[in-house]
Structure formats: structure tokens, C-alpha cells
């Protein structure tokens, strides 16, 4: 275990007096909200400030926002993944992590709001497919179980890592090594692990995207002004980006400040992700403009009621506050801190500040969305009390809306505690060594190329070259530089071996002949001959190879046989690879 | 059903006697009347308001678990036993028919005695929804429901719109596509698209004093 893994690590050490504190003040948050759960459990609904009018409050706005919150994540490094983005992986972690919890919070108050949870497996007994309620309960599963997956699968190879600290307790140690469902990093295990992970990834975009429009049908499937909307799919889920994109921001914000990580969080994160937000600012911007002036430029009967009562009436100062706050406010300082060069040393602090307030203004916004609605019904309330007719939320809602963000925290904080809020691996330098398992015969070659990884074709390579008798030297991937014999015909020999092994994949001839994957192949291909060299020069460590270092390496090549040569197994080699990473 | 509303001098005698049929809780109405004015210009006029028993009704639409659901007959009925609360309905429905026991309804010994069914509703519960079913039990004994039987001016009417015949509480039937037909009769947000099956006359010719008039009168008795 190297210095910079010890320090990824720090978190899972996390017992000091702060950590306690935090632990204790959510932990107390929670059972208050607990208590008065048990209340509205014991004398029912009628604890709430919720009434016949307005029958969905504090809990339904909060079902949405975490919902939303919990598109952090997930899309936000599934895309990133998808699409290579190199400087993702110190992301990804805390971002998926985010997802996870604000589902499990998200799913939660859901059933908070039932008048008879007790009842709430009638769901699945006499569930109707044709109700937007049973449409959600199905999504948000789905969903929830797609994210702890992809939260899990890149999170084995680390708990291997963990697993193999030498100084870990009994029981944490077994527990991490049952996680890891016997993680050694053999080459086939990245393959299968590499295999998973992009398929979730794809997976998870579209499971991601359907959960927010069906939780926005729960509202537009009806008939009332204001959710009578055929954009609510995507204005949600715009809106859900905007605010789990938020989320992550400050969630690195902290973590960065908490756990000091600014080696692996760097401005350009920050500046990257705070492009994507500022994207998805003005995307929502559009959004709520084309949403409101539809309506407002029409002023139909029931709707002109709504947004009266929204624009100049009784809603209008919470209308224009979570507007400029959570739309404006944060727009208009991310271009400040993103665009002139002047301010670019404001770039962390500042993204903080406006994600925080896109977060507090997605909620309200959500809470806005709900309640207004309800309160303009087609029918005038008539011959009710206020406390009937008006929406206030009662301690009781406050209590248990406080409670899920404490659940939130606390959830978040023990995955910290558990999981390194870094991905450890995908973080990796080109060429750091990887220790994961006692010392096996060639495992050095294994794990070289397990750190390589994240490309079963990278590995797959090596491992022929391992068969014919190479032992690996990473270090020397990645330069430019001309073949040496040996390792040529190494390859070829091992490639007979590969061809037999993979069938009908291989025989993609027209790539062999892309002038442009003929010389990354070259840039690949030229360490992994130093082996043979070293061996018969009597150097020891083979990570002390180095192009240049030694002697034989830098020999040039005669020609390049690339016809009996796969350059498919080439074509992502890992060294090109991790030039992205590096990034 | 059937609202004759150049009748309904806003009594509200229907309400009552819901209520006391169906040992509603307090807060629900049932059936609620209205005082409404279409524009400024036109005067205001009472409107009652049952569950309008929809042909393409949304809260069934809507409901998870086939708590609401329609009979055969076209009443929009509501299962007390399989409810789970979570108020989906209420969100669907444009009338505010649908109300929610938001906790233990106040009970009297004489519901309690009931055991409970599906056709009249109560004992009441905790956490569920209620509404206007036609009183069933009613029906099964070929009487009006409550509010129509006890409307002194008559202006609910009840029938089967297949036997075409409707019937109010004073006993007068009527052939119901004539009433409809010559009696411009309407439903309520005909524009929802939920084919209400409620129709109503629209106030012409009242045969009461109107809501002002009302207002004015029951000032000055004060």
C-alpha cells in the first residue's frame, strides 16, 4: 500500500471527536423526526397541516427534490463515463454515492405520506399498471437497485484494496473481503468487471431519465392547472440534473475541504462540472420560461388563477426568490467564477455558493410545484376553515422533512466511513504499482495489468504476452519509439495463442491496416518486449525498465509484421488510455 | 342523476341528510353546494355537488391498488378495506369530491354497530379516502339516495339513464333525455373529458329567492 492509497483511505479511519459529533447531532435529528413519525403514526394524517384541499405538502416536495438530488450522480458519471471523460473518476465515487442515499431518502417519504402504510403492500398484491403511482413504485425500484449496482461494481476492485490492509479489524476485514467477492485483479476479472460497469453505465442513462418523468407524471397525469403540462418529463428532469449536479458540486466542496483532497480535486473539476451545471442552469432557465409564458400568455380561466396567486399574489415572494436564487443568482456567479480569467481563483468557493443555493431553491421549487396547484383547485374552496384552505406545514412535517436531510447526511457520512469517497483505482497514475494479494506466481504481470484495467483489450494483450514468456514492464508504456525484434516476435507468437482463444471477434482486418491505430499500437506494443531483455540483462524489478534504460530497448525495429498481428487488441491500448486520465 | 338548479334555493337539507346517512365524518361534504357566478355580469346561483361518477373517471384511472373503481351500474365506488392513502385521487379529481379521514374519525355508537361494507362506507377509518356513493344500500332497496329524497324543492332527480326515467324526492318522475334535451342540460368541465354522469338544468326561470337576495334577507333577520 503506497502513501497516496493510505491517504484515500483516511476516511474509513474516520473515529475522531468531530466525526462523532456530526455522527450524534444527525443521529438525534433522526430520532426526533422518528418521534414525531411515531405521532403521526398513532393519531394519523390530521398531525400535518395537510387537508383536503391541499392533500400533498411538505412530504411530496420532498419525494421530488431528493428524487431529483438523486440524478447526481448516476447520470452525471454514467455520462462522463460513457462518454471517456477522463477527468471524472475522482468523481464518480461520491457522486453515485449521493444517488444511492437520496433514493433510499427519495423512496422513503413516499411512505411517509401514506395514510395507511401499514397497507403499503397492497402496491404489489393489487398494483394497477395503469396508475403513475404504481408506475413510480416500479422506476424508482429499478432504478434503485441500477444505482446500488453501479455504485457497488466499481467500488470491488477498492474493496480488494482495503480488504488487504494489513492493519484492518477482524471483523471489517471479513466484511470487505466478502464485498469483494474474491477480488485478486486477474485479468479475466477486469474483463468481466470492465464488461459490468459499461453496461450499467449505458443502462443506467435511460433508467435514470424514465424515473424523473414518471415521478413528473404523478402531476401531469392529472387534470389540475399548473401540472395539466405535456413538458413536465423533461422540465423535470432538466430540473433534477440541475439540482443533483448542484449536489455534487457541493458535495465535493466539502469533501475536498473535510478530507483534504486537492490533490484529486483539482479547479478543473470544478471548472468542468461547473460548466455542466451552468449549462443545465440555463437549460432550466428555458424551461421555466417556456412553461410560465405558455400559460401566462393565455391566461385560461383555472390556470390565470394559478399564476395570479404565483406571480403578484400570496406565492408571488417565494415565486421570485426561488427564482433569482435558484435559477438567476447562481447563473449569473458561475459565469462570474467560470468566465473572466480576474475571478478564476474563486472558481471553488464560488461554485459552492451557487450550488448550494440551486439546491435550497430546488427544493422550494418543488414545494411550488406542489402546493399552489392543489391550493387552485377548478371548484372555489368554499365554506372551510383557513387551516382548511391554507397549506402551513405543521412541527410534525418539519420534523421528519428535517429527519430525511439528517438521514441524508448520515447515510452519506457512513459511506464515507465504509467506502473510500475516492475511487482508488480508476484514480491510479500510469505506471503506480498495485498491491492487492500475496505474492503469486507472475502476479506482478496480473496486477501490472489489472492497474492497466479498465481495458480488457490492454489486458487481454498482455496476457498473451505473458503466455509466451514476457513478463511485463508497464513502466516503459506509453512512449513513442521503435519495436525491438524480440518483443515482435513474442507477440506474434503469443497472438496465435489469443486468436485460438477468441474467435470470431478478431477478424476485423480493416483496422489492421489504420495507418493512424498501426502507430498507437506501436506506442503500446513497444515496452512489453523489454521483459525478455531485462531478464537476460539481470535486472531484478522489471518496473525499473525504462525505454532508454535499457540498452536492447531502444534497438529499431526491422518492419512491422502487422499482418500477423491483431491490432484490434490494440486499438484502446491502456497507455492511450491513461494519457485521458491524466488529463 | 340529475340537478335542476332553477330549484335549489341552497338549503344545503341534502347535505345534512348525506351526513347523517353516511355518518360522515366532519370537514366532508359529500355532497356540497356551491355558491357560484360564472362572470361578473351574470348572477351567482347554487351549484351542488356530488361525486360526479364519471364514465372515464380519473381517480380510478389513477388509483394503485383498484381501491376506487367503477360498478357496472356507473357508480364510482370507493373500497375502504384496500385503500392505502395515498391520496392520488384527490390530486385526479377536478371536482374536490374526494376527501380524507385525516384522523380517527369521531365515531357514534350507532355507526359502530354496523359491521362494515363496501356499500355504505362506515364505520368510518383512519387514513383512507371517502366519498359520494350513491348510497348503494339505497338503491338495493329501490329508494332514492339520501340528498334526493330529502330535497324539498325537488331538484334532484335520480334515475337509471337506461330506463330513462328519473325521479325527486317529491316523487315526480321525469323522462330524463327530455328534461336534458329540452332543459339545455350540462355537465360540469364537460371540457375534462370525464363524461360525468350528473347532468344539470341551468338556473332559468328560478323558483327561489337568489343567493343575493338570500344574503340580503338573511341580513337583515340578523
Known amino acids: 500500500m503506497n502513501e497516496r492509497e493510505t491517504k484515500l483511505l483516511k476516511t474509513i479511519d474516520m473515529s475522531g471527536l468531530g466525526f462523532r459529533a456530526w455522527v450524534a447531532f444527525l443521529v438525534s435529528v433522526l430520532l426526533w ?30 419525494f421530488v427534490f431528493f428524487i431529483g438530488i438523486s440524478h447526481a450522480g448516476t447520470l452525471i458519471s454514467a455520462i462522463l463515463r460513457v462518454t471517456d471523460a477522463g477527468w471524472r473518476t475522482p468523481i464518480t465515487r461520491m457522486a453515485e454515492g449521493i444517488t444511492v442515499v437520496a433514493l433510499c431518502i427519495g423512496g422513503s417519504m413516499v411512505l411517509v405520506d401514506l395514510g395507511r402504510p401499514d397497507r403499503a403492500l397492497n402496491l404489489f398484491r393489487y398494483g394497477r399498471i395503469q396508475s403513475p403511482i404504481v408506475w413510480d413504485v416500479l ?101 433534477a440534473i440541475y439540482s443533483g449536479a448542484a449536489a455534487v458540486v457541493l458535495a465535493m466542496c466539502l469533501l475536498r475541504r473535510i478530507f483534504h483532497l486537492e490533490d484529486y480535486l483539482k479547479p478543473v473539476h470544478f471548472r468542468n462540472l461547473g460548466l455542466l451545471l451552468l449549462s443545465f442552469s440555463m437549460l432550466y432557465l428555458y424551461f421555466n420560461v417556456n412553461e410560465y409564458l405558455t400559460l401566462g400568455y393565455k391566461v385560461r380561466g383555472p390556470e390565470k388563477v394559478l399564476l395570479d396567486r404565483l406571480f403578484y399574489g400570496d406565492y408571488a415572494p417565494y415565486f421570485w426568490v426561488v427564482a433569482f436564487v435558484g435559477v438567476l443568482l447562481p447563473m449569473v456567479l458561475m459565469m462570474l467564477v467560470l468566465g473572466p480569467k480576474r475571478y478564476r481563483d474563486f472558481t471553488v468557493p464560488g461554485l459552492g455558493v451557487a450550488s448550494f443555493m440551486a439546491i435550497i431553491g430546488a427544493w422550494a421549487k418543488r414545494y411550488l410545484i406542489v402546493v399552489p396547484t392543489l391550493s387552485s383547485p377548478f371548484l372555489p374552496i368554499q365554506g372551510v376553515p383557513k387551516e382548511w384552505s391554507h397549506y402551513a406545514p405543521s412541527w410534525v412535517e418539519w420534523s421528519i422533512t428535517a429527519a430525511a436531510f439528517a438521514a441524508f447526511l448520515l447515510l452519506y457520512t457512513l459511506l464515507a466511513k465504509t467506502f473510500p469517497v ?59 519509439g521503435p519495436a525491438t525484434d524480440h518483443h515482435l516476435d513474442g507477440l506474434a507468437g503469443a497472438e496465435a495463442g489469443g486468436r485460438a482463444a477468441r474467435g470470431r471477434r478478431q477478424d476485423r482486418s480493416s483496422r489492421r491496416r489504420n495507418p493512424a491505430l498501426l502507430s498507437r499500437y506501436q506506442a503500446a506494443v513497444l515496452p512489453l518486449g523489454c521483459g525478455k531483455r531485462q531478464q537476460a540483462q539481470g535486472i531484478a524489478d522489471p518496473r525499473d525498465c525504462r525505454l532508454g534504460a535499457v540498452e536492447g530497448c531502444q534497438r529499431p525495429a526491422a518492419g512491422l509484421p502487422g499482418g500477423q498481428l491483431r491490432t484490434e487488441d490494440l486499438a484502446r491500448p491502456a497507455g492511450v488510455r491513461r494519457a485521458g486520465h491524466r488529463r | 342523476m340529475v340537478f335542476d ?112 361494507s363496501v356499500e355504505h362506507n362506515y364505520p ?30 325537488g ?34 368541465m364537460e371540457e375534462l373529458g370525464t363524461e360525468p354522469r350528473v347532468y344539470y338544468l341551468p338556473p332559468v326561470n328560478r323558483k327561489y329567492p337568489s343567493p343575493e337576495e338570500k344574503h340580503m334577507h338573511d341580513a337583515t333577520k340578523a
Open chain 1, 33 to 62: 423526526g422518528v418521534f414525531a413519525y411515531s405521532r403521526q403514526l398513532r393519531f394519523g394524517l390530521i398531525e400535518t397541516g395537510m387537508r383536503d384541499q391541499i392533500s400533498w405538502g411538505l412530504y411530496i416536495s420532498n
Open chain 1, 139 to 239: 422506476s424508482v425500484g429499478t432504478y434503485l437497485t441500477g444505482c446500488i449496482l453501479y455504485f457497488y461494481l466499481p467500488l470491488i476492485p477498492d474493496l480488494g484494496i482495503v480488504a488487504a490492509r494489513p492493519d484492518i479489524g477482524g471483523f471489517r476485514r471479513g466484511l470487505y473481503r466478502a464485498l469483494s467477492l474474491g477480488w485478486i485483479g486477474s485479468p479475466k476479472q477486469w474483463r468481466l468487471l470492465e464488461k459490468a460497469i459499461s453496461i450499467m453505465a449505458v443502462a443506467i442513462i435511460p433508467l435514470a431519465i424514465s424515473v424523473h418523468t414518471v415521478v413528473s407524471w404523478i402531476f401531469a397525469m392529472t387534470l389540475r392547472p399548473g401540472w395539466d403540462s405535456s413538458i413536465f418529463g423533461p422540465y423535470f428532469v432538466v430540473g
Open chain 1, 422 to 480: 475516492v475511487s482508488i483505482w480508476e484514480t491510479r497514475e500510469t505506471g503506480e504499482p498495485a498491491e492487492l494479494a500475496p505474492a503469486r506466481r507472475s502476479h506482478t504481470v496480473r496486477n501490472e495489468l489489472g492497474a492497466g484495467g479498465p481495458d480488457h483489450r490492454a489486458a487481454g494483450l498482455r496476457i498473451t504476452v505473458e503466455r509466451a514468456g514476457c513478463t511485463g514492464a508497464r513502466r516503459c508504456e506509453g512512449r513513442e
Open chain 2, 5 to 116: 338548479l332553477a330549484k335549489c334555493d341552497g338549503c344545503r337539507d341534502c347535505t345534512k341528510a348525506c351526513t347523517k346517512m353516511h355518518f360522515v365524518p366532519p370537514m366532508q361534504e359529500w355532497i356540497k353546494v356551491y355558491e357560484v357566478e360564472d362572470n361578473q355580469a351574470a348572477g351567482s346561483y347554487f351549484l351542488p355537488r356530488t361525486c360526479m361518477h364519471c364514465d372515464n373517471p380519473p381517480c380510478v384511472r389513477g388509483c394503485p391498488v383498484g381501491a376506487t373503481y367503477k360498478r357496472t351500474d356507473g357508480i364510482v365506488m370507493m373500497d375502504q378495506d384496500r385503500c392505502i392513502g395515498c391520496r392520488n385521487c384527490i390530486a385526479q379529481c377536478p371536482y374536490s369530491a374526494r376527501f380524507f379521514n385525516w384522523g380517527e374519525p369521531p365515531h357514534t355508537p350507532e355507526e359502530m354497530k354496523a359491521a362494515y
Open chain 2, 124 to 153: 368510518h377509518r383512519k387514513g383512507v379516502v371517502e366519498k359520494c356513493i350513491m348510497c348503494p344500500e339505497m338503491l338495493r332497496m329501490g329508494m332514492l339516495p339520501a340528498c334526493a329524497d330529502t330535497c324539498k324543492m
Open chain 2, 155 to 188: 331538484a334532484i332527480y335520480f334515475g337509471d339513464e337506461f330506463e330513462d326515467a328519473v325521479t325527486n324526492g317529491k316523487g315526480e318522475t321525469m323522462q330524463f333525455s327530455k328534461i336534458a334535451e329540452t332543459g339545455a342540460g350540462f355537465r360540469l
